[in-house]
């Protein structure tokens, strides 16, 4: 069965930057058609960027510019790189298939941006 384990997130002040990890074990692995969710407080859980089965990068608007999603076949890994942080980026990020979240959800990597 495949696991996601994702990793990196922490406490950053706004304007600060961190570098989140998903890896991917127990199948075969593409960046395309993966993509990094988050859920706030009393929020659903949603996308914030994305592969598409195509490679073409997606990005909600709110982040983009700021986000950049980046995938390593070689290691099974989905990263994110975010920058220029927004107290409003607080939440708990994810990563799964795009656009359809059809894996099993890891325990996710809390942002906390904060001053």
């Known amino acids: 069965q495949v696991q996601l384990v994702e990793s990196g997130g922490g406490s950053v002040q706004p304007g600060g930057f961190l570098n989140l990890s998903c890896a991917v074990s127990?199948?075969?692995?593409?960046?395309?058609?993966m993509g990094w969710y988050r859920q706030a407080p009393g929020k659903q859980r949603a996308v914030v960027a994305a592969?598409?089965?195509?490679?073409?990068?997606y990005y909600i608007d709110s982040v983009r510019g700021r986000f950049t999603i980046s995938g390593d076949n070689a290691k099974n890994s989905l990263n994110l790189f975010l920058n220029f942080l927004r107290p409003e980026d607080t939440a708990v990020y994810y990563c799964?298939?795009?656009?359809?979240?059809?894996?099993?959800w890891g325990q996710g990597t809390q942002v906390t941006v904060a001053s």
């Open positions: 592969f598409t089965d195509s490679g073409k990068q």
């Open positions: 127990g199948g075969p692995f593409s960046s395309h058609g």
């Open positions: 799964n298939k795009f656009p359809y979240a059809q894996l099993p």
